[in-house]
């Protein structure tokens, strides 16, 4: 199995000092994922565009943008395009995810299919040829700090099978309370990428916890 992946979420960092929380899991971190929420597609509001920009020039790691936003086709591409290595949207805001995965990874980025809590996995499996990415949250989509659900990692188990000996390249990432305590149950249950937004930027020293989460990841 390739090794996991740990990527910080900004979303529980400083947000007066972005560059700098990025800076601080520079070499322990593998992925920054940086939630994009437009109050439409969930009830909050983050960032958008020129903030990633800017980001992507102060920081060397490889950006996950996570879309909970409404009409990706509108906006994905553009993330794309300011040099983002992995864009997500998610799958109940779109309706032809494959037409918008493939204007991804045509612009340079890995394309990423996002499912919400609600959302059953099942109808997408047949789409992941065309993804590089399968995001499956593992709370309901919106805030961080929030509990997260052990049932939603059957979605993982299925998604895993569906993929085994296939599309090796397919990341499979959980989103949502993952921390020391649960991501040992979602690496069993087959994820290999992992969001990880309040035990990162909660933690008196964020490389360390994405250094010990990596390593509960492996086991
Ligand atoms: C919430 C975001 C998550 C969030 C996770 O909708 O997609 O990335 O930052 O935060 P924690 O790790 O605190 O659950
Ligand atoms: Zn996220």
């Not at 979303?11 to 920054?32: I, K, T």
């Not at 895993?160 to 069993?188: K, S």
Request: charged share 25%.
């Amino acid at each position: 199995a390739p090794s996991p992946i740990v990527a910080p979420s900004i979303l529980a960092a400083d947000f007066a000092r972005l560059a700098e929380e990025a800076r601080a899991v520079e070499g322990a971190a593998d992925w920054l994922h940086v939630d994009v929420m437009d109050n439409h597609f969930v009830p909050n509001l983050t960032i958008g565009l020129p903030v990633v920009q800017s980001l992507l020039a102060a920081t060397s790691l490889p950006f996950d943008v996570h879309l909970m936003i409404e009409d990706p086709r509108r906006w994905a591409p553009a993330y794309a395009d300011a040099g983002a290595y992995n864009v997500t949207f998610h799958a109940e805001a779109c309706d032809d995810p494959v037409a918008l995965a493939k204007e991804l990874r045509s612009a340079g980025a890995r394309a990423g299919l996002a499912i919400d809590r609600d959302t059953p996995i099942e109808p997408y499996l047949e789409l992941l040829p065309s993804f590089d990415t399968l995001l499956i949250m593992t709370i309901k989509a919106g805030f961080g700090g929030q509990r997260f659900i052990p049932e939603l990692l059957d979605k993982v188990r299925a998604a895993r099978r569906h993929v085994a000996g296939g599309h090796l390249e397919l990341r499979i990432e959980v989103d949502g309370g993952i921390a020391a305590d649960t991501i040992e149950q979602a690496a069993a249950a087959g994820a290999d990428a992992f969001v990880a937004g309040t035990a990162v930027y909660g933690a008196a020293d964020p490389a360390e916890a994405v250094r010990r989460l990596k390593r509960l990841a492996e086991q």
